[in-house]
């Protein structure tokens, strides 16, 4: 008897790079981060970075709106431009100045080559493809700290509390408000990509794959820096 064709998703772009995956999820920038052991500097140099990514992730939104189909991926693309522009930027300038990160060094901020180097890759994968092709360049930022966030919080190395300076960091990400972001994002993927053809998929799951090498690069951009 044929074994039956399991269903395209997201998961099916995380297992067919799953070496990729990992070494993104179990950086050792975030393995230092959950022991405590990150110096401060590598830390501050990914916070100014992440500030800069924000900002390109808003325009990414922003595309996104206007590459929307219907009324619901119209109101999603609002939603989360709204989020990032109101709330999250917000908050990651005040988690910044705990940090002796001004809001006026980050409005004049050079940006790191990596940052340049992601940020961009995602625009032009929106503007040359479609919304999907948008998504799925996003996918490894969003559910990949959701995914980074469950599997250091079930790591014994991971040091929960305050005797850990990047308690805030793990206490947002593993948050059930991110982890329910994360989840409606792997469901609207999932129903976009169930019917896909193989060749579509293959073109996404290149795309996937090259984004997750990028994020790595982030990662690795903060270790390099301290």
């Known amino acids: 008897m044929t074994a039956p064709v399991a269903t395209p998703s997201i998961q099916t772009l995380t297992q067919r790079h799953e070496a990729d995956w990992q070494a993104y ?10 022991a405590g052991t990150l ?33 619901h991926e119209l109101r999603q693309g609002c939603d989360s431009l709204k989020a990032i522009v109101d709330l999250e930027m917000q908050l990651h300038v005040d988690y910044c100045r705990q940090w002796g990160i001004s809001e006026a060094e980050l409005a004049t901020l050079p940006e790191a080559t990596q940052t340049m180097a992601y940020t961009r890759y995602v625009l032009d994968a929106g503007l040359r493809g479609d919304l999907l092709d948008l998504h799925v360049a996003l996918a490894p930022c969003l559910i990949g700290y959701a995914d980074i966030a469950v599997w250091l919080n079930a790591q014994r190395f991971t040091v929960r509390g305050p005797d850990n300076p990047y308690e805030a960091w793990l206490a947002m990400y593993i948050s059930p408000e991110f982890q329910a972001a994360a989840q409606q994002e792997r469901l609207w993927l999932n129903a976009q990509m169930a019917d896909l053809p193989p060749r579509r998929l293959d073109e996404l799951a290149r795309l996937f794959q090259d984004a997750t090498r990028l994020e790595i690069d982030f990662w690795q951009m903060g270790l390099d820096a301290a």
């Not at 999820?25 to 959950?34: E, G, I, P, S, Y």
């Not at 110096?39 to 100014?48: C, E, G, I, S, T």
């Open 25 to 34: 999820c179990q950086h050792d920038f975030v393995r230092q981060l959950a």
């Open 39 to 71: 110096p401060a500097a590598a830390f501050r140099h990914y916070l100014k970075q992440d500030y800069l990514f924000l900002v390109h992730f808003a325009r990414a939104w922003g595309l996104a709106v206007y590459k929307s189909r219907n009324i």
